[in-house]
């Protein structure tokens, strides 16, 4: 349920009006814009009275809403959530370049690429240190050597890290990590996403492989449900019948959250294709349908790579992406961090 407030409303009603609606036991999400203040009301809405809260003078509507994600909706957040990466705002028109190699391999390569990335325009830098894959004899990242190697390179470079976590018992030694990736395969980890939502990290959620738009959102809900509104949604491509790309790039998912939710939302052609060649059209396209930003898998040697160099692009091409995508965010109104 959401009771929209009345500009400037009386301060004793108002405090009255919280506390009898936390007495029937509800929490209430509060978001103030420039004009009214929004109530969103959290729990078993069932109790309350319609017609006693449309009454009070302070109260301009009241409506009840059908989805089951509350703190991540739109109705219950007018306007644009705006994350702080390191300095870099994600959402609210601003636009991001995060990229990186798929996997942290080496304090030359780390750095290397580091440097690159950042020359071309990237603000937050990304590195696997724990890489879930599907053969238990594949590459696994260096682990905690690589959150180590990461901290090396935003020394160098300044950038903020963005690195995924895939066990939650390895949750502190993240402590210098800047954005919390939550990988396509730890979705629905809900016991993870809870203890995410304990820590006032920003958390990049991609969407499963085979997650529907409002299971995606349900698991954004269980991360702001603990406290942590820092949530990124990141499309990296859903799991179809088509054989040709890795993944196919649910390029819709764009102007439908953007009706659904207020949060920020990335895309990620590089997983999405798996293939270098499809990463620059798509990342166009992503701009066009109005992404908040790209990840994007940059290597300095993407034909030894450790993982994914399929899809992993060399610094020169990621400079020239940065070039094509700035000309397409003048048109659509949006500006990229420099």
């Known amino acids: 349920m959401i009771i929209v407030v009345k500009n400037n409303p009386d301060k004793k009603q108002m405090d ?31 109790v309350v009275d319609e017609d006693l809260i449309r009454s009070l003078d302070i109260v301009e509507s009241v409506k009840r809403i059908q989805e089951p994600f509350k703190n991540a909706n739109r109705k219950f957040h007018p306007d644009d959530t705006v994350v702080n990466v390191g300095g870099h705002l994600f959402g609210g028109g601003h636009f991001q370049l995060i990229a990186g190699p798929c996997s942290v391999e080496s304090e030359d390569q780390i750095v290397t690429v580091a440097k690159a990335v950042k020359a071309a325009g990237a603000t937050v830098l990304r590195g696997g240190a724990y890489k879930p894959r599907t053969s238990p004899y594949a ?53 993870l996403l809870k203890e995410l939502g304990r820590t006032d990290k920003p958390i990049l959620l991609k969407r499963g492989m085979a997650a529907t738009i409002e299971e995606w ?24 019948f088509e054989p040709y790309t890795r993944n196919t790039l649910d390029l819709s998912a764009i102007p439908v959250l953007r009706d659904l939710t207020h949060l920020p939302i990335l895309v990620d052609p590089s997983h999405a294709s ?55 965010l003048t048109v659509c109104g949006k500006e990229r961090d420099k």
């Open 16 to 46: 009255n009006l919280v506390k009898w609606i936390k007495g029937l036991g509800l929490d209430i999400h509060m978001s103030k814009g420039d004009n009214t203040t929004v109530m969103g009301l959290i729990g078993d809405t069932s």
């Open 139 to 191: 590459f696994q990242g260096l682990r905690e050597e690589g959150l180590k190697l990461l901290s090396l390179a935003k020394r160098e470079t300044g950038m903020p890290v963005c690195t995924e976590i895939v066990d939650v018992r390895t949750l502190p030694l993240f402590e210098d990590v800047d954005l919390i990736q939550v990988g396509a395969r730890n979705m629905q980890n809900f016991e």
């Open 274 to 328: 798996g293939k270098a060649k499809l990463v620059l059209p798509l990342s166009l396209a992503a701009v066009g349908a109005g992404a908040d930003g790209l990840e994007i898998e940059v290597h300095n040697d993407p034909v030894h790579a450790l993982s994914d160099g399929a899809q992993s692009l060399r610094p020169e091409q990621f400079a020239d992406l940065v070039q094509r995508t700035d000309v397409l």
């Open 217 to 240: 959102l349900m698991s954004a809900e269980y991360i702001m449900s603990e406290g942590n509104a820092n949530v990124i949604l990141c499309e990296r491509g859903i799991r179809t």
